[in-house]
Nanobody, 124 residues
Framework: QVRLVESGGGLVQAGGSLILSCEAS????????MGWFRQAPGKEREFVGG???????LYADSVKGRFTISRDNARSTMYVQMSNLKPEDTAVYYC??????????????????WGQGTQVTVSS
């Protein structure tokens, strides 16, 4: 069982930056692909980006060039550095872990464990 805890959310003005963290416990973090998802009010949960066991990254087109995902296996922690934030980035951000043997994927149902989420609000 992997437990995930997100932190770092908050209120920021458009054009600003935030760094979210996702700390894992209870499992072997280095064996997991990790993903960031977000869900805005009235919308479905969507893939933001992810990082594979080997450090390969994948991003949604909407955040490409603005968000950077990294991981520190020694700290069992994944990060997303978000810059040039826009009001449409406002959402609850979730991290997720995928323990399967396949490659990094963007489908939420492929992820086995989820954090409780952290709110990011971008004001215009």
């Amino acid at each position: 069982q992997v437990r995930l805890v997100e932190s770092g959310g908050g209120l920021v003005q458009a054009g600003g930056s935030l760094i979210l963290s996702c700390e894992a416990s209870g499992g072997t973090f280095s064996n997991c692909h990790m993903g960031w998802f977000r869900q805005a009010p009235g919308k479905e949960r969507e893939f933001v980006g992810g990082i594979s066991r080997g450090g390969f990254t994948l991003y949604a087109d909407s955040v490409k060039g603005r968000f950077t995902i990294s991981r520190d296996n020694a700290r069992s922690t994944m990060y997303v550095q978000m810059s040039n934030l826009k009001p449409e980035d406002t959402a609850v951000y979730y991290c997720a872990a995928d323990r399967t043997l396949g490659g990094l994927v963007s489908r939420a149902y492929d992820y086995d464990y989820w954090g409780q989420g952290t709110q990011v609000t971008v004001s215009s």
